[in-house]
């Protein structure tokens, strides 16, 4: 597709489960990030990945948040032991990473709206 | 670490009149600045950015923004607002520091409607 896609859109989840949401960037686009956009907090970003690495993790706010990236496209973010406070929509975006310019335009995806019970 | 305040969560307006929505971040670095909007149903959309030179940035839709660094400010403005402007208004910064792909810090957005 042409622009950023994301699943599940919705997902509705018992606190203490589990939770993966995926992430697919525009094509050839090297770099990825996820935020979190909670009710009254904004949008706060978790992680940013170049290529299959991860260079900033520090937004990722316990140790039950991880990620991954594979082949230098798809990623997931997975949430472990769910919280009712893991509640948010879940936005990815992509850019096409360093390239000598100051800056590459982040564009994103439409979010997954993560309920947990 | 750095932050972003947004001074308006909510903002009503009459069709015509101007806009100015406030945007405020604490580095004392080099910033890039952004202004991001997200209309009803939509993904969020870069709106205008600065880098560096002219502190005064126009983006899409008749919009722009004046970066005042003694201010640390970057302030939204729109002479004469539409109602198909109703949307939620993000801003945000990001440190620079060479590279060309970091996480950006976002205010908590100023959710602006437009009154036909």
């Known amino acids: 597709g042409a622009g950023v896609s994301q699943s599940p859109s919705n997902k509705v989840t018992e606190k203490g489960k589990d939770v993966e949401l995926r992430c697919d960037p525009i094509?050839?686009?090297?770099?990825l990030y996820w935020y979190r956009q909670s009710l009254g907090q904004g949008l706060e970003f978790l992680i940013y990945f170049q290529g299959n690495s991860a260079p900033d993790k520090s937004g990722l706010p316990s140790d039950r948040f991880s990620a991954e990236r594979t082949g230098g496209s798809v990623s997931t973010l997975t949430i472990q032991r769910t919280q009712q406070e893991d509640s948010a929509v879940y936005l990815c975006a992509s850019s096409q990473g360093t390239s000598g310019r100051p800056y590459n335009e982040q564009f994103f995806g439409p979010g997954t709206r993560l309920t947990v019970l | 670490a750095q932050s972003v305040s947004q001074h308006n969560h909510h903002v009503i307006l009459s069709e015509a009149a101007s806009l100015e929505l406030g945007c405020n971040y604490s580095y004392g670095g080099t910033v890039n600045l952004f202004w991001y909007v997200q209309y009803p149903g939509q993904h969020l959309q870069l709106l205008l950015k600065?880098?560096?030179?002219?502190?005064l940035v126009k983006g899409i839709k008749g919009f722009e923004a004046e970066f005042i660094k003694s201010k640390f400010s970057f302030n939204l403005r729109k002479p004469s607002v539409q109602w198909s402007d109703t949307a939620e208004y993000f801003c945000a910064v990001r440190e620079y520091s060479g590279g060309g792909a970091d996480g950006l810090t976002f205010g908590k957005g100023t959710h602006l409607i437009i009154q036909p």
């Open positions: 094509s050839g686009h090297t770099a």
């Open positions: 600065y880098f560096s030179g002219d502190p």
